[in-house]
């Protein structure tokens, strides 16, 4: 079958590779109708995820149809359309049995590796690095679908695959940073990024209750349509002093809470603040570059709530854990508990709600993943999410 491979920094190809089969009782295997290339998959072709290894597969959001179960899964048949969620969990341990599946404690068979770097290993993930799991992703014909009895969403409708293939991250990953905010009504929402994430983040905190939603980036079209499809007021950091632009907006006294939706590869428009982590980042002196992180512990109001989605591999450089222990300001933080959401999501797409395709500019076959990578990468022809077809 043909796959999408990561080949070494910044390089991509589709291969053939042989199929996947069934490993476990609880394994199901799937034929990839559509999948999509994520921000943090851009996090894995620039390098800065460590472990990934030449010839693996890429992709985590993916959906499609059921042609085998293994003999442990009960509820679902070869046929089943389903959206696959990006977090692997066993629906068992202590941490799904909490709600908490994107820290499963039983489905990252390499968790020793995470361990050195963050204490406990997350859940595994698919084709995000053998230090989560090793599992090959979404972006290929076919994927082996493991605990396949827990994480899969069966779509039993019309529903054509654009309005529910989100399911499988950036839509729950926007709708949890949101719901993080612990949003009262007259609520002032900031969220830095406006990708796929930072757009659902604003449009969930809207439907959460947020009276204003504040968008910040510094990309015309991403700006526009965080503006059309969130009601957001934006902010273009790179014309804009964002915190003095914040302080004006809220009187002085800064949003009630702030959505860092950026994560590790963060851009600052000051070229000298901006080469200091760019420098340490391109040498491996830090493992990731957190300007949005550092803005929004600085904006946010005093006793505020930092919910932070952005994608973080290891260690940030100047932290200011002063004005967060200082100010009574919460942080909250997390890969996506997935499987928590897309029940409740589903049915707001059913009703009419959300309709999360509005994030969706390109549609490429799979043959085009190298391309299409360089374009998302490169934010060229305003593209804000690829969809690819196999």
């Not at 050195?116 to 090959?136: D, E, N």
Request: aromatic share 6%; charged share 25%.
């Amino acid at each position: 079958m043909k796959a999408n491979c990561w080949m070494g920094r910044n390089t991509v190809q589709v291969e053939e590779v042989p199929e996947p089969r069934i490993l476990n009782a609880r394994d199901a295997i799937v034929r990839v109708t559509s999948t999509a290339i994520c921000g943090s998959d851009l996090h894995l072709y620039d390098g800065y995820i460590p472990t990934m290894e030449r010839g693996d597969i890429l992709g985590h959001e993916f959906m499609g149809e059921v042609v085998e179960v293994g003999p442990g899964v009960s509820n679902l048949a070869v046929g089943d359309r389903v959206v696959v969620p990006f977090p692997i969990a066993c629906g068992a341990c202590n941490s799904c049995e909490l709600g908490l599946y994107s820290v499963c404690e039983n489905s990252n068979p390499n968790a020793g590796m995470a361990e050195k770097i963050m204490g406990h290993s997350p859940a595994g993930i698919f084709g995000y690095s053998h230090m989560l799991g090793g599992y090959p992703g979404g972006q290929a014909e076919y994927a082996r679908v493991p605990f396949a009895d827990v994480g899969p969403v069966k779509i039993e409708d019309d529903l054509p695959d654009e309005q529910v293939l989100l399911l499988s991250d950036v839509l729950p990953t926007g709708y949890m940073g949101a719901e993080m905010c612990d949003i009262r009504p007259g609520d002032t929402v900031a969220v830095w990024g406006a990708g796929p994430v930072g757009q659902f983040a604003a449009v969930s905190a809207r439907l959460l209750g947020a009276e204003r939603v504040i968008v910040i980036d510094r990309v015309p079209a991403r700006l526009r349509m965080a503006r059309e499809k969130a009601g957001a007021e934006t902010v273009d950091y790179e014309e804009t002093d964002v915190l003095d632009a914040l302080r004006e907006m809220t009187a002085g006294r800064g949003p009630d809470a702030c959505v860092e939706a950026v994560g590790m590869e963060a851009h600052h428009p000051t070229p000298a603040l901006h080469a200091y982590d760019r420098v340490k980042h391109a040498t491996r002196l830090e493992s990731d570059r957190p300007h949005a992180l550092r803005e929004a512990v600085m904006a946010c109001r005093s006793g505020g709530t930092v919910s932070v989605i952005g994608v973080y591999g290891g260690f940030v450089d100047k932290f200011p854990m002063g004005a967060v222990m200082n100010r009574s300001l919460t942080i909250r933080a997390g890969q996506c508990h997935v499987q928590r959401y897309t029940a409740p999501l589903l049915e707001r797409i059913r009703a009419g709600e959300l309709d999360p395709s509005f994030v969706i500019t390109h549609r490429m076959g799979l043959d085009e993943a190298p391309a299409a990578f360089e374009m998302f990468k490169n934010k060229e022809q305003d593209c804000v999410k690829v969809v690819l077809t196999p």
